[in-house]
């Protein structure tokens, strides 16, 4: 079974968002989108300073057998990206919602929060792939 | 197995200073003069420095730790391993061949281009199709030839509203990789349960920005596209023109004409149905078929022949409307005389033959495994050329994935099938058989999966840990990736 | 039946276990009106005497005559013991190595291969292969414009120095990605691109190509012109000749930061001519844009036991993975052919490999010189020159290589079609195999054309 923590918020394409308060939130892939992907070897991540809309292509994790395309959960500005994975893009499959977090995006429409799903819809939505 | 205790070095390992091949180099040399210091090379290419009997010796020892079709059966689904024919090889490596330059007069190339014009024509009788290019060097430069005349159509009628292409969710992944090289963009159609074109999403999908669609017939799933008559009917009412991509044309030769499936260009995979050597990965050809609204964009050179029945190239100045070269010269000449040597041996039966025996081999292995207890992914219908095997029950239970059964075939002396190919069959095997294996060895390959199985259910270890008679056991991929290292460099 | 072993008890057994009466009830799927008519149009097979008889005839039939024509194809001296291990079986019939445990011989030779091409172009990796020479420069372009992240202008600075048929194949593989080829011109005193000519403020450059040696067998300031890329945020690719390369500097020093990106025709490694294929193009880059690379790339790893081995690696980036994202739809290259060049160059050595282009240099020197003592022939440009070099005639090109030509000798390349303002000249190249006899008879042979 996936680990998903029930205080954070998910999207239909395997993302994680943490919201941290102050306007901002931090990105991350699912642990169970990190175990279906297996062993990271490549981490792109966007640069800071992008300005991003809600949807849209701006990170690839990569391993041996797949390269998946991360999305940004909402609309916003690249504030920072986890320079640690460059060296250490295993940490997504050790540690997917801390160590392993993508990039942190300052929200431009607080709004778009309420398209989320919370733990509950996404466990359900990964039960249902499973199957 | 005695390969296991031989760790072969790297040629540059068996380097030694100032050892020098003579008998390649004593006469030559000559002075500098006309290169200013500035310019020449300061200190010389670390090449290894080896005596002939060296290499010979290196590069024989790693021949043989390869697997190949002349040393074992290669079921490689998709990648049609048949046997390649000596006499292609051979003949197309008569010294009036090798020593053409490719920029001689055509006078002085008759020879040659008889030959390929020939291949041409044959070419066209066994598509259906108007014209036929050799040029593109790979299937892949075929896929790129064939949707950028498709580009080129529209574009000449002014019809610059269509920006994409369609390719089925089994497709080869060159199809879509290519759409994007041709400047399209990609929307890909879903395959429904009995492996065919879901027709009413394509139907929701085509409209005026449908530039075309990709489709391989048969398709990667292994089987005929029964459908293909709708389809071709909605992509044209569309406006858009359908794509042939003849990665498994060996299936159908002479029984199908693509040109009558309704296909407006298409390319072959000489590699593979005219058994072309895969060479550990090329060099293939991949030549285009065209029906006749698609005839002025074809790429050059093109053979065409004059009144007196002297052969020449076609170039810019025949083809004005031409997407262009796709090589410097010809493309990979050498590969189509050993095609047109293949098609000159078989002829118009052995054309035929091809079909039948890769179609029987294809359903006899299939009637046989799944005798022997194994699931098909498509168990309702008829394998064309190949099929495929789906291992996800044994991927639950035992808990034996399709890598591991592909890596334990090894130890058997058998190369894999191909694995995770299409992605949209789980834990899955492709296998391609070839016309050119007897029942023996089909027979050989059951009894190998049969054990294997056998092996999983009674402790999943021994498929986890193989190969084991191989020169390695399994490489580590992610380690392979994570720390790249892909040169090797003199130690400090 | 050609190359089918079944025998008659074989399928008859067969079609029971598949449960059919005949092989064509298992095409039943086909709907019959898609049936084909028998290929008339096809000859009845032949065996395989009497298909040698034709091909020899075939083969026979064309003209060998003296070559003194490079123009991108050269005539070398290929050692009997490349072709001999080249064709044998296992790697002439085995697939691209995705199977790596069962391909250790093709996996291994490439990896020595990637170090032999890193090596000779002072590049710090490189791929396993491309098509040939042109379509390499082609990818090289399209690398370019992915690696370049800075540049958005998709603007690629092309000399009208790089060979006429590579910018062709550039133009038709590239232009549907709104990228732009901007013609620099060369200088006609040189026949090279005067680093001097170049704007101060080009404005935003994605990549700068730079040839060398040039078409015209002219030697480029690489240096300079690599300086002059970086300083403007370009990218530097070099299409250089592979020979040409044990004597000259190398891309990677070139300039004070090397070249970015660097691509060629592997062809005068141990390729025959073989009217223009199969040949092979080559690609290096600086390790930091790698994944920018098309094409397979192998990596040491090891094996469940610590073992050293070989994989197909950073597979992401490939179609059969990334589908439409792609660094290329390229997935077949050219195996075989980098299989003979890592065999050539490991059998040549650096001393050989130096030997040849030594030869070379001084073969088409001493060529130039000779027929220079002819009345109104004379060297067009003025810059050094590797093993081409570009004449002027005073009669049209086209009529003294065919008088050439009825005397046995195919005398070089017409640049007047690619070069309108280069009318009545002809590239010349000596390679190796010429020696001075045959320099002798394209002198005497030039004499009695223009007398």
Not at chain 2, 112 to 134: N, P, R, Y
Not at chain 3, 68 to 95: D, K, L, Q
Not at chain 3, 425 to 446: F, I, K
Request: hydrophobic share 40%; charged share 20%.
């Amino acid at each position: 079974m996936s680990n998903i923590p029930s205080e954070l918020k998910y999207t239909k394409s395997h993302e994680w968002v943490r919201i941290e308060g102050d306007g901002t939130v931090t990105v991350g892939i699912s642990d169970h989108a990190q175990a279906l992907l297996g062993d990271m070897v490549f981490v792109e991540l966007p640069e800071p300073g992008t300005s991003l809309d809600a949807g849209e292509e701006c990170a690839v994790v990569e391993s041996v057998k797949a390269a998946s395309d991360v999305y940004a959960p909402m609309t916003g500005e690249v504030l920072a990206a986890n320079e640690l994975l460059e060296d250490a893009p295993e940490t997504i499959n050790t540690d997917a919602y801390n160590d392993g977090w993508l990039f942190r995006i300052k929200l431009a429409d607080e709004a778009e929060l309420k398209e989320l799903l919370d733990a509950e819809a996404y466990a359900e939505l990964v039960a249902e792939e499973d199957h | 197995m005695t390969q296991r205790a031989v760790c072969e070095p790297l040629i540059f390992e068996h380097s030694r200073p100032g050892r020098v091949n003579r008998a390649q180099s004593a006469h030559l040399g000559g002075e500098l003069n006309g290169i200013p210091e500035s310019l020449r090379r300061k200190h010389p290419p670390r090449l290894p420095e080896v005596s002939e009997l060296d290499a010979v010796r290196h590069y024989t020892r790693l021949s043989q730790k390869n697997f190949s079709i002349d040393t074992h059966f290669y079921p490689l689904g998709s990648c049609t391993m048949k046997y390649n024919p000596r006499a292609c090889n051979t003949l197309a490596s008569l010294p009036g061949f090798l020593g053409q330059h490719p920029l001689s007069a055509a006078r002085d190339s008759q020879g040659i281009l008889a030959c390929l014009w020939e291949l041409q024509e044959m070419l066209k009788e066994v598509t259906g199709m108007s014209a036929v290019s050799l040029t593109p060097m790979a299937g892949a430069q075929g896929e790129f030839a064939g949707v950028a005349m498709i580009r080129a159509y529209h574009d000449a009628r002014g019809d610059d509203a269509r920006t994409e292409i369609l390719v089925p969710d089994a497709a080869h992944g060159t199809n879509p990789a290519t759409a994007t090289m041709c400047g399209y963009t990609v929307r890909e159609i879903p395959t429904d349960n009995q492996g065919d074109v879901d027709e009413e999403a394509l139907k929701a999908a085509v409209g005026p920005h449908t530039a075309g669609i990709m489709l391989t017939n048969p398709s990667t799933l292994g089987v005929f596209e029964r459908r293909i008559h709708e389809i071709a009917r909605i992509v044209h009412e569309a406006g858009g023109l359908l794509y042939y991509d003849g990665a498994n044309l060996n299936a159908i030769l002479g029984k199908v004409k693509p040109g009558d499936m309704g296909f407006d260009v298409i390319h072959m995979n000489l590699h593979k149905t005219f058994s072309t050597p895969h060479g550990g990965g090329g060099p293939g050809a991949g030549p285009v078929g065209v029906s006749e609204h698609l005839q002025p964009f074809m790429p050059i050179p093109v053979v065409g022949r004059d009144d007196s029945g002297a052969f020449r190239w076609l170039d810019e100045h025949d083809l004005p409307q031409s997407i262009g070269r796709l090589s410097a010269h010809m493309g990979n000449t050498g590969i189509l005389l050993r095609a047109y040597i293949y098609a000159l041996m078989l002829g118009r039966e052995g054309m035929v033959r091809i079909a039948d025996y890769a179609t029987l081999n294809a359903n006899y292995l299939m009637a046989r495994l799944r005798d022997a207890g194994f699931d098909m992914a498509l168990p309702g219908r008829r394998a064309t050329h190949e099929f495929i095997l789906t291992l996800k029950h044994q991927a639950k239970e035992p808990g034996v994935t399709a890598m591991d059964f592909a890596k334990r075939l090894l130890d058997y002396g058998f190369h894999a099938p191909t694995t995770y190919f299409p992605l949209i069959i789980p834990e899955c095997l492709l296998i391609e058989p070839t016309e050119t294996e007897s029942k023996q060895a089909l027979d050989a390959f059951v009894e190998a999966m049969t054990a294997i199985q056998a092996e999983a259910e009674k402790d999943v270890e021994t498929l986890k840990g193989a190969p084991y008679s191989l020169p390695v056991r399994r490489l580590d991929d992610v380690k392979a990736a994570r720390e790249l290292d892909l040169r090797w460099q003199a130690k400090a | 039946m050609p190359f089918i072993p079944h025998t008659e008890d074989d399928t008859r057994a067969m079609l029971a276990a598949c449960g059919v009466d005949s092989i064509e009830d298992l095409f039943d799927e086909i709907p019959p009106e898609l049936r084909a008519d028998a290929l008339d149009g096809i000859p009845p097979g032949r065996d395989e005497l009497a298909v040698s008889r034709l091909l020899h005839a075939r083969a026979a039939q064309d003209a060998q005559p003296l070559c003194f024509t490079g123009a991108g194809a050269y005539e070398h001296h290929i050692p009997a013991a490349v072709w001999e291990i080249t064709t044998r079986g296992e790697y002439y019939s085995a697939y691209t190595p995705y199977q790596a445990e069962a391909s250790q011989g093709t996996l291994q030779l490439l990896y020595e291969f990637q170090t032999m091409m890193s090596e000779l172009t002072a590049m710090e990796v490189a791929n396993a292969s491309l098509y040939d020479g042109a379509t390499a420069l082609a990818e090289a372009v399209l690398m370019a414009v992915r690696a370049n992240r800075k540049s958005k202008a998709r603007r690629i600075l092309m000399p009208r120095t790089v060979h006429p048929r590579y910018r062709g194949v550039v133009q038709a593989i590239v232009h549907h990605q709104g990228i732009t080829l901007e013609l620099l011109d060369y200088d006609t005193a040189g026949g090279h691109i005067n680093p001097a000519s170049l704007p101060t403020t080009p404005g935003d450059i994605t990549a700068l190509v730079i040839p060398q040696p040039n078409f015209f067998g002219a030697l480029e300031d690489a240096d300079a012109l690599t300086d002059w890329a970086h300083t403007h945020g370009a990218l530097v690719i070099g299409v250089v000749n592979p020979t040409a390369m044990a004597v000259i500097t190398p891309p990677g020093e070139w300039g004070a930061a090397g070249a970015d990106i660097v691509c060629g025709e592997g062809q005068p490694l141990g390729i025959p001519l073989a009217s223009g294929g199969p040949y092979f193009g080559f690609m290096c880059c600086k390790q930091k844009i790698v994944r920018q690379m098309p094409g397979r790339i192998i990596g040491a790893t090891v094996d469940l036991e610590g073992k050293r081995g070989y994989v197909l690696t950073l597979q992401a980036r490939e179609q059969h993975i990334r589908r439409s994202k792609a660094t290329s739809n390229i997935c077949t290259n050219q195996g075989l052919m980098t299989t003979a060049a890592t065999i050539y160059m490991a059998v040549m050595g650096p001393a050989g490999l130096e030997g040849v282009a030594r030869q070379c240099h001084a073969n088409t020197r001493a060529l130039v010189q000779q027929l220079g003592e002819i009345d109104g022939v004379e060297t067009v440009f003025d810059r050094p020159t590797f093993h081409e070099t570009v004449l002027r005639l005073p009669r049209p090109t086209a009529e003294v290589l065919a008088g050439l030509s009825e005397r046995g000798i195919f005398g070089g390349f017409d640049l007047s079609a690619d070069y309108p303002e280069l009318d009545n000249t002809l590239l010349v190249c000596a390679t190796e195999t010429r020696n001075e006899t045959d320099m002798d008879a394209y002198a005497a042979a030039l004499r009695e054309v223009l007398a």
